[in-house]
């Protein structure tokens, strides 16, 4: 089972609506189109909140893992994705992309506010107490909901190594979570966060 996540930029003068028109649905009709890769997460950096690129879009491939790479590039070299992918890459440019392992099942995300964390590992960490951590963190917040706690795998990613999306009912509970990974004891070390919405959804 692996994630990839593709961080996306909007391309120098398209405007904002025309990169909504294309690249909102067209991921849905990649995930449409081929139903192994389901589209957790396709969303926006709002009120500028969070890292650049702006952009990004969470695939969970159940069953498979980097192999399905190959897979990706059958696809691509025998054209049959273009009518996805030719609109896409007018409006859109993936800076960097990385592969992960989930350490629960993804959640797809429907709004309208989420959280995300980009954390590092403390010394001493292990996968079985990050895993831990994070069980113990979606029990406390019911509230909410963990739609991805993740690992890199290898360097196949950009740095830090970890990320996590909690979807929140309003910006009411943001506050409490973000400010719980401020004081030491915790296997994960946060490098930084960012406030997404849906594409369409985000303020710039």
Do not use: C
């Not at 909504?20 to 649905?25: D, L, R, S």
């Not at 691509?76 to 992960?100: K, L, M, N, Q, T």
């Amino acid at each position: 089972m692996s994630v990839y996540i593709e961080y996306i930029s909007r391309r120098s003068g398209v405007p904002l609506n025309g990169f909504h028109a294309i690249a909102g649905p067209g991921q849905g009709r990649w995930a449409g189109q081929y139903p192994e890769d389901r589209l957790i997460l396709n969303i926006g950096r709002t009120w500028r909140l969070g890292p650049e690129p702006e952009y990004l879009a969470v695939w969970h491939t159940p069953g498979k893992g980097v192999e399905r790479l190959g897979e990706w590039e059958e696809i691509f070299g025998s054209g049959e994705a273009s009518h996805i992918e030719d609109p896409f890459d007018a409006v859109g440019r993936i800076d960097v992309a990385g592969f992960y392992e989930p350490f629960l099942d993804p959640v797809r995300g429907s709004g309208p506010v989420y959280y995300a964390e980009y954390f590092d590992w403390a010394a001493d960490a292990t996968v079985g107490g990050v895993r831990s951590f994070f069980e113990k963190r979606r029990s406390a917040h019911s509230g909410l909901v963990l739609n991805l706690a993740a690992d890199r795998i290898g360097k196949l990613g950009p740095d830090p190594r970890g990320v996590a999306f909690w979807q929140l009912q309003s910006y009411r509970e943001l506050g409490p979570v973000a400010r719980e990974l401020d004081g030491p004891g915790s296997p994960i070390v946060l490098v930084r966060a960012g406030v997404y919405a849906d594409i369409g959804q985000e303020i710039l």
